[in-house]
Structures are given as structure tokens and as C-alpha cells.
């Protein structure tokens, strides 16, 4: 939840600083670097999710039969626990995107 909540708050917050550099008249370049950092925001978003719906996947395969679905639950846990760090990854890589494209506006 932590990273769904990360990678939409700096999407939010990226939308509003570019409106209002827009609305201001600071914006003079080509801003296409904020549209790929807010894809690389939208991505982590959309691993998040799929992170959500895993750890649920996995709590309920591990409450159906705990002796055979076991190996099942713990496979889905470990894809769960790779997408919350990819969604961070991209937390991160879109902020480095947003950083890169503010130190060539100023």
C-alpha cells in the first residue's frame, strides 16, 4: 500500500508543478521529460497494484489447504515481494527523471 500510495502522490505532485510552471509562464522548453517520468510514476502505480492483488491471492491460497497450496502461496508471496520492490524502482527512476528534466529548466 505504501507504494501505491508513493507513486501517486508524486504523480500528483508532478501534475501540479508542471501546471503551475505552466500557469505562470515559467515553462519556455519542450517539457517531454516530465511525461516520462510521470509513465515511469503511472508504471510504479500499476505494479503496486498488482502487488495488492497478489498478497491477496496469496493469503487466500495459504487459507484454502495449507499442506498442498503451501509451495503455491510462498511462489505468489515472493512475486508480491518483487513487484512492491519494482514499484519502489520506479518511485525512484521517475524522481531521478523529474530531477534531470528540473536541472535543465533552472
Keep these: 500500500m505504501g507504494a501505491f500510495l508513493a507513486n501517486g502522490?508524486?504523480?500528483i505532485a508532478l501534475?501540479?508543478?508542471i501546471?503551475?510552471?505552466?500557469?505562470?509562464g515559467v515553462f519556455t522548453l519542450p517539457l517531454h521529460g516530465f511525461?516520462?517520468?510521470?509513465?515511469?510514476?503511472?508504471?510504479?502505480l500499476g505494479l503496486a497494484l498488482a502487488a495488492l492483488g497478489?498478497?491477496?491471492?496469496?493469503?487466500?491460497?495459504?487459507?484454502?489447504?495449507?499442506?498442498?497450496?503451501r509451495t503455491f502461496a510462498v511462489a505468489i508471496n515472493a512475486?508480491?515481494?518483487v513487484l512492491v520492490a519494482s514499484s519502489y524502482g520506479f518511485l525512484v527512476w521517475g524522481g531521478?527523471?523529474?530531477w534531470e528534466v528540473i536541472r535543465a529548466i533552472v
Excluded at 19 to 24: D, E, Q, T, Y
Design 9 to 11: 502522490a508524486a504523480l
Design 15 to 17: 501534475m501540479a508543478f
Design 19 to 24: 501546471a503551475n510552471g505552466w500557469r505562470g
Design 35 to 44: 511525461a516520462e517520468a510521470g509513465i515511469k510514476f503511472v508504471a510504479g
Design 54 to 69: 497478489t498478497t491477496y491471492l496469496s493469503q487466500y491460497a495459504g487459507g484454502i489447504n495449507p499442506g498442498e497450496s
Design 79 to 81: 512475486l508480491s515481494c
Design 96 to 98: 531521478v527523471a523529474v
